[in-house]
């Protein structure tokens, strides 16, 4: 009886190395997700963008989705914000002196593209736009003039899966 047992405890074992080996190998060349694991959206988050939209950094559908501050956040969050994308990544040259989004130069302007572009650097996933609670994904492209915000839908320089 102990051999019968012991059997049923090796086939339980090999079934999970079994299981978890095929979820491994469904993952994306990065370790990103695939499309049966994104994350469902809750209604506060659906009304949070301006149209529900898939995002994601292996999305089938894309829109253009970006990330920007909440309206009314305080300067000195925005500042924190800016401070925290530039130095994690963002490319902040855009918004130096003399670069095409300098202009206006305000901490709201300024910590907008960074933002953003932290966001689209780290594949549009969703905890890279939460900074603490400051930042809200919008479909509306926020560019003005030569300010070229990054995540369009034609703008392709953030999708993972085209580098795999």
Known sequence: MASFSHFWVLALFLAAVLL????AS???????????????FSLADRKRLDRP??????????????????NG??????QADLDF????GA?????????????PNTVK???????NDYFQSHGKNLQACNFSGTGIMTNQDPSYDGCKYPGGP???????????
């Open 20 to 23: 978890a080996s095929q979820l």
């Open 26 to 40: 469904s993952r994306s060349c990065d370790g990103g997700r695939v499309a049966h694991d994104l994350p469902s």
């Open 53 to 70: 939209a898939l995002i994601g950094k292996n999305a089938e559908f894309d829109i253009g989705t970006w990330c920007v501050p909440e």
């Open 73 to 78: 956040t305080p300067d000195p969050k925005l």
């Open 85 to 88: 994308a530039c130095g994690n």
């Open 91 to 103: 490319n902040c040259d855009p918004i130096k002196p003399g670069g095409p989004c300098f202009e």
């Open 109 to 115: 302007s300024h910590a907008t593209y960074a933002m």
């Open 154 to 164: 034609k703008d392709r320089s953030t999708t993972v899966s085209d580098r795999c």
